[in-house]
């Protein structure tokens, strides 16, 4: 992508004002100006997000629910394998997003994913509980997240797997194991990338603990684009409902 296009991505991530009543409203307000060039610049910021989906085994069959999945560029780390799975829920709030993802589903001939426009907090895919549910940098822009984490664990099947990749912060006294930020990492990120309603949070892990058996979790820094001495912290959890 340009350096253009890039541009008009920061504009909104940093300038424009996001309006609306509710949440629906401001998420479009956010992204609709955006999504066309949404993917390239989520690659280079967003990461960790193949590094969580690879973590999961694809279950043979399997039903897959993606929460806050928006263009549906998530889907392609299946490659393949996606065609193992007998459905893929996608779902999102932003209707410019989810327009990105509907394209994208019909050009790869994804008969099994549907696109859905819903709320993570009350979505339930019909039928039958789903084996996995994940959150790639969605948690952080949801504002009941702890509902939606309830959410997932309810549709998910005993032995069921949860999937989280996200922006957080430490507690100031994490627990045993758990990396500790410094002041300035705990106070800088959560108002930095408030104003884009992402909420970096020092409680994700502690209720993904408390509500899942975890097998994996990663504590990283990333880099972001356009500010080189700057990392963000995220991690990734992977769990299971027992």
């Not at 426009?117 to 994940?134: I, K, L």
């Not at 969605?138 to 990749?165: C, D, H, K, Q, Y």
């Not at 758990?178 to 104003?195: E, I, M």
């Not at 502690?206 to 899942?212: P, S």
């Amino acid at each position: 992508m340009s350096f253009a296009s890039d541009i008009k991505i920061l504009y909104h991530m940093a300038m424009r004002p996001i309006r609306g009543s509710d949440h629906a409203e401001r998420m479009e307000s956010f992204y609709g100006g955006q999504a066309n060039a949404y993917d390239d610049f989520r690659r280079r910021l967003l990461h960790g997000r193949r590094n969580m989906w690879s973590s999961i085994e694809i279950p043979q069959g399997g039903r897959w629910v993606d929460m806050g999945g928006g263009t549906g560029s998530n889907l392609e780390y299946f490659n393949s394998s996606i065609h193992q799975l007998k459905k893929v829920y996608l779902v999102d709030l932003a209707d410019s997003l989810l327009s990105v993802a509907r394209k994208r589903v019909r050009d790869q001939g994804w008969h099994n994913v549907d696109v859905v426009s819903a709320d993570a907090t009350r979505f339930q895919p019909p039928g039958e509980p789903v084996d996995v549910v994940t959150f790639s940098y969605s948690l952080t822009m949801i504002p009941n997240w702890f509902a939606a984490i309830e959410n997932a664990w309810t549709m998910l099947r005993p032995g069921g797997t949860i999937g989280v990749v996200d922006f957080y912060v430490s507690r100031k006294h994490p627990a045993t194991g758990l990396r500790k930020h410094s002041w300035w990492t705990r106070n800088f990120w959560p108002v930095w990338l408030s104003s884009d309603n992402v909420f970096p949070s020092s409680d994700h892990i502690a209720m993904l603990d408390y509500r899942f058996q975890r097998s994996k979790l990663e504590e990283n820094m990333a880099k972001i684009p356009y500010l080189p001495c700057a990392r963000a912290p995220y991690y990734i959890f992977i769990g299971h409902k027992t």
